[in-house]
C-alpha cells in the first residue's frame, strides 16, 4: 500500500510538471524553434558591430598585413579564413540558445524519447536559418571593416547597414507605394532573414511585415546574392590593397 502511494504521488508530480512544461514550452509559446531568430536579432547585430571590426580593421590599422603577405598566403586564404572564423562564432552564438530551448523541450517532456523525436524535424531548419544569417550578417559586417579600417567607423557602418534599409523600406509602403516597398525591403539584411526564417520553418510572417506579398524563393535568392557578393567584394578588397 506504501508503494502504491508513493508511486502515485509520482505519477501526480509527473503529469503536472510535464503540464507546466507543455505550458511553458509548447506551440503557443513565444519561445519557440522559429521565434528564436525574432528574439536575438538584435544582440546577433550587436555582436557583429562589436566584434567585425577586430578582425580586419585592427590588421590594417597597426600595419600587420604586409607580415602576412610576406609569407606563402594568398590574399584570397587570409580574408577567407577571417570570414569562417566569424561565422563559425555567429553559428555558435545562435545555436547555443536553440540547444538550451531543445533541451528544455525534450528533458521537461513526460515522455521524453517521443519528445525527442518529435522534435528532430526542426533541426534542419535551425541549422540551414543559424547557417544563412552567420554568412549573411557575417559577410556584410566584415566587409564594412575591410573598407573602414578605423573602428568607430566600422561599427556605425554595420549597424547603419543592418536598421536603415528596413527603414527606408516600411516608410516607403506606408506611403502607398506597396508594390515598390515590397521588393525594396530586400535590400535589408534583417528583413530578408525574417523571410528566410518563415520559408524554413513554415510559418505565416507577422501582419506587420510590409513584404507579405513576395514569393518564397525571393527571400533566398536575395539571401544567396548578398552572401556570394559581400565575399567576393571582400575578397577583391585585399587582392587590390597595398600593404
Known sequence: MRSTGVERNCWIRKRRFGGEASEIL???????????????????TLFCAAQAPELFGRDQRHGILSLYFARALRRSDYTLARMLGFVAALVILQLLPQ???????????????QAFRDDLSSIPPILGQALLVALLFGGISMTISAYTPRRAYAVAGIVAVFVIPGLIASVVSSLGSSAIGDWLVLISPSSILDGTNAVLFGTPLDSDFPFLQLPDFAYLVAAAVGIVGSIAICIRRFQRISV
Open 26 to 44: 509548447g506551440e503557443n509559446s513565444p519561445i519557440r524553434y522559429d521565434t528564436m531568430w525574432a528574439s536575438i536579432s538584435a544582440f546577433v
Open 99 to 113: 540547444l538550451v530551448l531543445f533541451l528544455g523541450r525534450v528533458l521537461l517532456s513526460a515522455d521524453i524519447v
